[in-house]
């Protein structure tokens, strides 16, 4: 046996020792963390950039005062568009009625001239029977009846002698020359007319008379001769 020598202990063989976690020092500052949320600690994202407040959470008493003044609204609206429909019929029925009313008064007042234009006859019977003198006794009643409520269906008879010839309401059947005239005149009426109204539901018949063109060259010359007088001062002495 071999003897060991002093001073010399028995040493184990080194054996490679497994790898472990590193240990951090204490004195070292940690890495930040990779894929870290930003926000963290006041610190920014890894673009810079400030991260986005988030907003506070309504209350329930918030919402239900933004749900009812959306209603409100719709509400509004939806009044406004009904009134203006309202204020469009009215309108619609004002001129519906204006114009129902104006045919009305037109039809009313076209029954009323096709009746006394029937009447006219019986009238112009008794306008001769009054010229002739044999309008008495209850006939004369009779006629004076139906003349009065004639008049106050709005019937006007028109057309006298001695008035200016107007061919919108005058008809003429006969026609004269008289020296006693200086325009077209009625001087005689044949036939009176009537209107109702502005509306002529028959014109007035009558005999015109023209003045007389012999008569119309001597007045012409006789006020020539005056205006000369006048200038020259008066007439000459002899």
Known sequence: MTEESPGFDKKEPDVPAEPGPAQPDEHE????????????????????EAAPEQEAPQSPEAQEAAAL???????????????????????????????????????????VANLLTELLPVLDDIGRARDHGEL???????????????????????????????????????????????????????????RIGERTIRPARVGVAEPQPGAQQSAGAAEGERAEEEESGGPEEG
């Not at 870290?36 to 610190?43: C, F, I, K, L, T």
């Not at 719709?74 to 309202?86: K, M, P, W, Y």
């Not at 009065?148 to 709005?154: E, H, Q, R, W």
């Not at 020296?179 to 036939?191: A, G, K, Y």
């Open 29 to 48: 500052t940690p890495a930040p963390t990779a894929g870290a949320g930003p926000g963290q600690d006041g610190e920014t994202n890894t673009a810079g």
């Open 69 to 111: 003044t959306a209603q409100l609204d719709q509400v509004r609206t939806a009044l406004n568009e009904r009134t203006q429909d309202l204020q469009r019929l009215q309108a619609e029925f004002q001129n519906y009625r204006r114009r129902v009313e104006r045919d009305r008064a037109a039809v009313k007042e076209t029954a």
């Open 136 to 194: 008495v006794g209850g006939f004369k009643q009779v006629a004076e009846s139906l003349e009065t409520v004639a008049a106050k269906m709005g019937l006007m008879q028109f057309g006298k002698e001695g008035e200016p010839f107007d061919p919108t309401v005058h008809e003429a059947l006969m026609h004269s020359y008289s020296p006693d005239v200086t325009e077209t005149t009625c001087v005689q009426i044949l036939q009176p007319g009537y």
